[in-house]
């Protein structure tokens, strides 16, 4: 599965509509997003090998009015391919990320990500910027304040955390989740916030439009850390939740791993973006598993 952060479009969406690749839709904010713009992605190689990945992309999305208007469509589209579309909705604090979720909920995405854990965009352009899932006082009453308004569904509703939380920030999320009806489960997750590297030549790495010289880390360099998340939540929640591993993942051994940590799905973006977002990538990884 792709995570959030490649398919924003409904253009996108079809390139992997006929495809095994299943690309989460989004992240959606509730208002269009044009990014931060400037040096917003980079990726590190070391020996040809990809190390890691910074990004501040900033969310660049369509706005959820868009995904609202082409929801019946693409929903059916994916459905007729036997393949449930997933929305993910990224909020900035409780409340926004509540009426985004209940939206996602209410246009009968068959399973909604709800991402805790971008950087809020804006926050007037403070550094660092806060990131939901750390403060454990606003998922508390996030978690707590979606399943009363949600309550039992026939939704799949998981929540995505950093792979930078602390562990005990990690159980304390997930001592909330455990007790909800809404909830199906975690996804660990999103990228290491405020990676900062020099290039060789002395610039940053990162240099947005908007100035902003830090990213959120991903690929390879993250997956002993997302491991390490997938194997508390999976150790924790036993068979009550899902645990969808994601962090680092480049094949079909990376798979196995996240597998044995306890988690039941994989996602991936770094290791698919670096690949050029082609759907055989994908599609080799899923040979590669049926034949181990
Ligand atoms: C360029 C880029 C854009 C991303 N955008 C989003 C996003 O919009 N929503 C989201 O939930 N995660 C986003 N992510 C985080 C990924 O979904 C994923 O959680 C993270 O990169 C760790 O997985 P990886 O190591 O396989 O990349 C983005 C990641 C990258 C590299």
Redesign the pocket.
């Known amino acids: 599965m792709v ?4 398919a ?1 479009t409904t253009e996108h969406l079809d390139q992997y509509t006929q495809t095994e690749t299943l690309a ?1 839709w ?2 959606f904010t509730k208002e269009e997003k044009v990014g931060n713009g400037g040096r917003d ?1 980079y990726a590190h190689y070391r020996g040809g090998e990809l190390q890691f ?1 910074l ?1 501040s ?1 900033g ?3 369509p706005g959820i009015e868009y995904a609202k208007r082409n929801s019946r469509e693409m929903i059916n589209r994916y459905a007729d391919h036997g393949k449930p579309l997933i929305l ?1 909705i ?1 909020g900035e604090g409780v409340q926004d990320s509540l009426e985004l979720l209940q939206k996602a909920v209410e246009y009968r995405f068959p399973i909604v ?1 709800a ?1 805790a ?2 950087p809020n965009v804006e926050s007037g352009g403070s550094r660092p910027m806060p990131v939901m899932c750390f403060d454990i006082d606003a998922m508390q009453q996030f978690i707590i304040r979606a399943d009363a308004k949600i309550g039992s569904t026939d939704n799949v509703i998981m929540l ?1 955390v950093s ?1 930078g939380l602390p562990l005990l920030t990690l159980k304390q999320i997930c001592e909330t989740l455990k007790g909800t009806s809404a909830f199906s489960g975690i ?1 660990t ?3 290491v916030p405020g990676g900062f590297h020099y290039l060789e030549d002395g610039q940053t790495a990162i240099k947005t439009r908007t100035g902003i010289e830090v990213g ?1 880390m ?3 360099a ?2 002993p850390l ?1 491991l390490s998340q997938t194997k508390f939540a999976a150790d924790f929640f036993g068979a009550n939740k899902e645990v969808w591993h ?4 480049m094949n079909a051994d990376d798979c196995h791993d996240a597998f044995r940590a306890g988690a039941s799905a994989v ?7 670096e690949a050029g977002q082609k759907p055989e990538f994908i599609r080799d990884i899923l040979v590669d598993l049926a034949n181990d």
């Open positions: 995570g959030g952060g490649v924003k989460e989004g992240s992605y990945a990004n992309i969310l660049t999305n993910n990224s990500t991402n854990a971008c995505k792979t996804i997750g999103n990228t959120g991903s690929g390879p993250i997956k997302a994601c962090g680092g993942i996602q991936l973006v770094t290791g698919f973006i």
